[in-house]
């Protein structure tokens, strides 16, 4: 209806009807889609951008999972929906599992200038990418995830309209987000923005962004509005896995439940906090799930007396796939006693622990979306350890045993107390109640009960005890009536404060010392009144324990034995004989004394007054006094001689003048301490070694002065006793050694090879002589004496012609040396000019400076020749005006004997020299391009140009015979300095390469902050590695310079804390000679971004109704610019922000009033913000609670007076209801209130328990 009105009235109306047509639906697959098709969910189009360009305003492009190569451009107002399944339901839509992914082809992902709606897409810069969402009108773009925006201002949004950015996740652009400035009505909340060069640029307004996680950009905020929005956090989102691209939230993640408060949290999973997620999939059903930390069972919290192996237990968490177990000594968790992340079950067997050991432990669970925050920590004491028995109960001294330990709570690492002297070898734990331990009791050892015990535990009785002692034998086994002697007990099981001896009657004990376990020294008086004969000794150890040793038998003489004369008194080494012993009181059985290396083979009792022993005198004997004696008699001396030498025969027997040889002498009667050699004169005798008493061997040299003939040898023994030899005959040669011939007898210079040499009376030992200048590598002797093979060198210096060849003073034989034939490979230079003086090179083999000459045609002379080498020599050569143009033959000529001339090598004749009188201009710059005029004297068009290295000639002109012009062009490689140009063979003149002025055109980034460290591409023109520079000023550190070419270096620059801030000038320099110092570029020096430092301890619990203090300390390097205290009663819906005040230091202080400190507790959160509005929050997320101590008295008013409980008495008026506190969400009101109902004090309140000293 239509109607007109004026002042007169108002018109009736005009009625018309009309129908609006539905909204369509356009369908877009990767899969199935082709272009063609109409759009429908059946049959849908291929390209996102066919369905946009059919599109009608209001229309809706659903897009199923796949890959899309395209820019897209909304013709008209749509909603472009992505994450569909290829059935299109609305039901299978998932952002996650059916990404829709955009990857750039242009610079423009997608322009909207319609307010269209984008949602459920993820926009892949793919290195293409210079925008991937400008918005240019009312647009919402929520649920999208984007990163790699990079190319050119590299923005992932950029809002120029009044655009709605809500719950997207943009990572790693250029700029994440721009808006610009008239964008005043924007939105941009609940956004995760990281790992950017810029966070957000906002140009447009206060207030448009607010409720995001801007979180590790280089610079976090920029633009005329450069501070946090409200509710912007800055804190790790942590990703679920960011380099794949899964951009899902991990369950500990600080941007769950920080978004707008005020937005619905739509699709997420519960349980959820009950406010929306940050990010492109907070509010849809790809949002993390919250993941409780379990509630801890058993044992109770600081449970006491626990067994070492205890079983912890928790309740599960819903949700979750294992558990992480912590326990450890420490209630700071920085070291474990076990730490594991994989259990699956609700308990683990823990242990074993240690003993009487305060244990603290923690679980966290864990699932797709990573681990939850860890439980409460609960605390549990290990018992002591108790000790029942131990088995056996006692062991010997000197014994190694197993003692088994039973009782409880026994751990691996308790100490073992066993006493003194009782060494633990090795412990096993089988369980807490049984420990073997091996343990070794030391001989001295305390005999009798001690107490053992393990670490703290009760002790039990276990008794030392002295084994049996064991006697294997005595010595001496004799002595005689009223002697006194020392007698040597060996056997086991000796101890000096148990074991006796027991001699048997007449014979007394006078002293024992136990010198080991195994011996003891008894020192015996045997008396008068002792029996002679057989006495049986034994050993006794006391108790505990202890025995008696089986017995040893030692015989009592009846008297003193005297020793008179001894027939023979003197032997010889080696001398087997029978010495009578003459005395008195000889009985059977006495020991015949001889002393070291003299046998006693067996001994015969003749009377009492003689005996006879046959002995055997070693060759080890010593020779002279030796004193015998018999049993304990007085001592007669026998003397030990050396007896004669014999000498049977000598090997060899001959020797020839100036030899040394080794003979072996074979005889007997050879001492290596008595016997030498005689050899007569001339002959030397250099070392005996005696191998046998029969055999010795000389090492001998016979001398040039030696006789030629027969020589006398003989050995010699020296005394007492001792002697000469008979003589054997050795006979000494003269030395002859003839040549008769040598194989080949002639060889050149420079040759090696082998000569056979033949004659009579060759050995190794011959010198072989061949002359100065050749060289005997090595030699053999062939067969026999006659044949003998030298291998030899003739160098390069060795005379020509006969020479006498010969080995060592035989006749010679004459061998010839020969010149080879030579080589020329080579001429430098193969050209000279007509009437020029020149050295050339001649380049071959066999060159020798007595032989070798060149032969180089008429008309030029041959001035000297110098051999360097045999390889190469050198001919200053004249060539006339007159000799003939053009190509000849040159060669050289070794002269005889051997010799011959070589193969030709070609030398050209040139007409006539040049010239080079200068050059102009005389330098140039490094990548410079000019004309240089060579000005001389016989230049041609076909002279080479001679410049060196990294300088191209691009063109020359010859003007005339005296003026050329060369193009030339000077690499950036080329090295600075003086360098010779000449043309052809001509003289030089210099020319100096320098480095040009560099030129600056622009730096990127210009600007970093302090203490970063960052690359910065310096472009413009003449930059050379090692010759430019880049200057920085001072508080900057260059770090390393790389020159990318001439236009383009990277300097990596560290900015210290000393830097001053603000703009400075950078420049670059080049090094002379040349160079110069550019013009300067501004770069800026920024404060640090890092966000300011918390640190606090959270009060627990505080007295009701009155006010809390808080303080915290609170750093900055860029200074704090504001520090706010947030706090509420438990259950409010807001908190009170409280400004806080430096208190001194880095301390700030506010105070919770009293009014908000009631029995429903208080929950408080402290945040800071310096100069770059970086925010701190303590705690990262959710808020500290602290209980509320509340008496039991009765209500009282203002006044004092008592006033009455709700609904009834005090008795009837109140139910007790026991809830626990350790709550994710730890408002107790919330979980009662299903049953009791809203909170109301007058009909329900919360106590939390007080322990009150009344």
């Not at 020589?711 to 003269?734: D, E, I, K, L």
């Not at 970086?1174 to 007076?1201: C, L, M, T």
């Amino acid at each position: 209806r239509v109607t007109a009105s004026n002042s007169a009235g108002t018109s009736n109306g005009s009625d018309r009807t009309f129908t609006t047509l539905p909204n369509t639906a356009l369908h877009v697959s990767a899969a199935r889609g082709n272009d063609a098709n109409p759009g429908t969910a059946s049959l849908p189009v291929r390209n996102i951008q066919t369905a946009l360009s059919r599109a009608s305003s209001g229309d809706t492009v659903k897009v199923a999972a796949g890959n899309f190569n395209e820019g897209l451009q909304p013709q008209v107002q749509v909603v472009l929906l992505g994450g569909y399944a290829e059935d299109f339901s609305a039901s299978a839509r998932d952002f996650f599992l059916n990404k829709t992914v955009m990857r750039a082809v242009s610079a423009d992902m997608l322009v909207d200038s319609h307010a269209s709606t984008i949602e459920g897409f993820v926009f892949d810069g793919n290195n293409v990418a210079e925008d991937a969402l400008d918005l240019r009108a009312a647009t919402v773009a929520k649920h999208n995830v984007i990163y790699g925006i990079r190319q050119g201002q590299g923005r992932g949004v950029a809002i120029s309209g009044q655009a709605m950015l809500i719950n997207n996740t943009i990572h790693n652009c250029a700029t994440a987000v721009q808006i610009t400035t008239g964008a005043a009505a924007a939105v941009v909340k609940n956004n995760l923005i990281t790992n950017n060069s810029i966070g957000i640029d906002n140009n447009a307004a206060n207030g448009v962004h607010r409720y995001n996680d801007v979180y590790n950009n280089e610079v976090n905020y920029a633009g005329a509005f450069n501070f946090s929005g409200v509710g912007d956090i800055s804190l790790a989102p942590r990703f679920l896995d960011p380099a794949a691209n899964d951009f899902r939230l991990q369950n500990t993640s600080p941007a769950l439940d920080a978004g707008d408060p005020a937005d619905a949290v739509g699709e997420e999973p519960a349980p959820n906090g009950g406010r929306i997620d940050l990010g492109a999939y907070g509010g849809t059903k790809n949002a993390t799930p919250r993941l409780l930390p379990p509630v801890l069972l058993t044992p109770a919290n600081s449970a006491d007396g626990q067994p070492l192996t205890p079983t912890l237990s928790w309740q599960p968490a819903a949700g979750a796939t294992s558990y992480r177990l912590q326990i450890s000594t420490g209630a700071d968790f920085s070291t474990t006693v076990f730490d594991d992340s994989t259990l699956s079950a609700t308990s683990w067997p823990a242990g074993p622990l240690a003993n009487n050991t305060l244990y603290h432990w923690r679980v966290n669970a864990k699932n797709n979306f990573g681990p939850s925050e860890f439980s409460n920590v609960f605390q549990f004491t290990t018992a002591s350890p108790t000790l029942s028995g131990v088995s056996p109960a006692s062991g010997n001294r000197l014994q190694t045993l197993e003692v088994t330990f039973t009782g409880n709570n026994i751990a691996d690492d308790l100490a073992i107390n066993v006493g003194a002297d009782i060494a633990i070898n090795s412990k096993r734990l089988h369980s807490p109640e049984s420990l073997t331990v091996n343990l070794t009791i030391a001989a001295n050892a305390a005999t009798g009960p001690r107490e053992f015990s393990v670490g703290a535990s009760n002790s039990r009785s276990f008794t030392v005890t002295n084994p049996a002692p064991t006697l294997a034998s005595i010595a001496p086994a004799r002595g005689d009536i009223e002697q006194t002697l020392d007698v040597i007990f060996t056997g086991s099981n000796f101890f000096q404060d148990a074991t006796t001896v027991n001699a048997g009657n007449g014979i007394t004990v006078n002293d024992i010392t136990v010198t080991n376990t195994t011996s003891l020294t008894a020192n015996l008086t045997i008396t008068a009144a002792a029996d002679t004969g057989r006495h049986d000794f034994v050993v006794i150890n006391s108790g505990p324990g202890g025995g008696v040793s089986a017995s040893q038998a030692f015989t009592v003489n009846p008297q003193t034995v005297a020793l008179a004369a001894l027939e023979p008194a003197s032997g010889e080494r080696l001398q087997t004989l029978d010495v009578i012993f003459s005395g008195t009181n000889f009985t059977e059985g006495l020991a015949v004394n001889v002393g070291p290396d003299i046998s006693i083979n067996s001994q015969q009792l003749n009377s009492p007054a003689s005996l006879t022993a046959n002995i055997t005198i070693g060759a080890n004997a010593a020779t002279g006094q030796h004193n015998f004696s018999l049993g304990s008699s007085n001592s007669v001396a026998f003397i030990v001689n050396n007896p004669a030498p014999i000498l049977a025969e000598i090997s060899p027997a001959s020797g020839d003048l100036g030899q040394t040889l080794e003979v072996v002498f074979t005889g007997s009667n050879f001492f290596q301490d008595a016997t030498t050699v005689n050899t007569g004169p001339g002959i030397e005798v250099n070392e005996i070694v005696v191998t046998s008493t029969t055999s010795l061997t000389a090492n001998i040299t016979v001398t040039a002065a030696a006789d030629t003939g027969i020589h006398n040898f003989s050995v010699s023994n020296a005394a007492p006793g001792g002697g000469t030899s008979a003589t054997q005959t050795f006979r000494v040669r003269p030395q002859t050694v003839t040549l008769t011939s040598i194989d080949p007898t002639a060889g050149d210079r420079l040759q090696s090879l082998n000569v056979v040499f033949a004659g009579t009376n060759f050995n190794q030992n011959l010198p072989v002589n061949t002359g100065p200048g050749i060289t005997v590598n090595l030699k053999s002797l062939d067969t026999g004496d006659t044949s003998l093979t030298a291998n030899i060198t003739i160098s390069g210096q060795a005379a020509t012609g006969p020479r006498n060849f010969s080995v060592g003073t035989s006749n010679s034989q004459t061998f010839t040396v020969r010149n080879p034939a030579p080589t020329l490979a080579g001429l430098s230079p193969a050209a000279g000019d007509a009437g020029q003086t020149l050295d050339v090179v001649f380049i071959g083999t066999n060159f020798f400076g007595d032989a070798t000459a060149v032969n180089v045609g008429s008309n030029i002379t041959v001035n000297s020749i110098t051999v360097n080498s045999a390889t190469s020599l050198t001919a200053d050569l004249t060539i006339s005006a007159g000799a003939a143009r053009g190509a000849r033959e040159f060669s050289v000529t070794n002269s005889g004997p051997g010799g011959g001339t070589s193969a030709t090598q070609t030398f050209t004749v040139r007409p006539q020299s040049v010239i080079l009188d200068s050059i102009a201009p005389s330098g140039g710059n490094r990548l410079e391009t000019l004309e240089v005029v060579f000005t001389g004297a016989n230049l041609s068009e076909d002279l080479a140009v001679n410049v060196g290295p990294n300088i191209t000639v691009n063109q020359k002109q010859l003007t005339d015979a005296t003026r050329l012009i060369a193009n030339i062009t000077i690499d950036s490689a080329a090295a600075t300095g003086p360098r010779l140009f000449s043309l052809g063979t001509s003289n030089s003149q210099t020319f100096t390469v320098s480095n040009p002025a560099p030129m600056l055109t622009g730096i990127a980034p210009d600007s970093a902050r302090i203490g970063q460290t960052v690359e910065v591409e310096f472009s413009g023109m003449n930059f050379f590695p090692g010759a430019t520079t880049v200057n920085v000023g001072n508080g900057i550190t260059v770090n390393a310079l790389e020159a990318r070419n001439t236009t383009s270096m990277v300097a990596r620059l560290t900015l210290s804390t000393a830097a001053a801030l603000g703009v400075r000038e950078f420049s670059v320099s080049n090094a002379s000679p040349g160079g110069g110092v550019s013009a300067s570029r501004n770069f800026t020096v920024l404060r640090s971004n890092a966000a300011p430092e918390i640190s606090y301890t959270p009060v627990l619990s505080s007295p009701n109704g009155q006010s809390i203090a808080i303080s915290a300390s609170i750093i900055d390097d860029n200074g704090v610019a504001g520090a706010h205290l947030h706090y509420r009663r438990a259950g409010d819906p807001g908190f009170i922000t409280q400004p806080m005040t430096l208190a001194g230091g880095n301390n700030y202080r506010a105070d919770i009033l009293a009014n908000a400190v009631t029995s429903r507790g208080v929950e408080y959160f402290i945040t800071a913000t310096d100069a770059d509005n970086a925010q701190d929050r303590q705690p990262p997320i959710k808020y500290f609670s602290i209980q509320i101590q509340v008496s039991s008295e009765a209500r009282h008013d203002e006044q004092g007076n008592p006033v009455a409980q709700p609904a009834g008495n005090i008795q009837a008026a109140y139910r007790l209801i026991s809830v626990p506190l350790q709550l994710e969400v730890p408002e107790a009101h919330a979980v009662l209130a299903d049953e009791l109902g809203p909170y109301d004090d007058t009909k329900w309140r919360l106590y939390g328990l007080s322990l009150l000293a009344s």
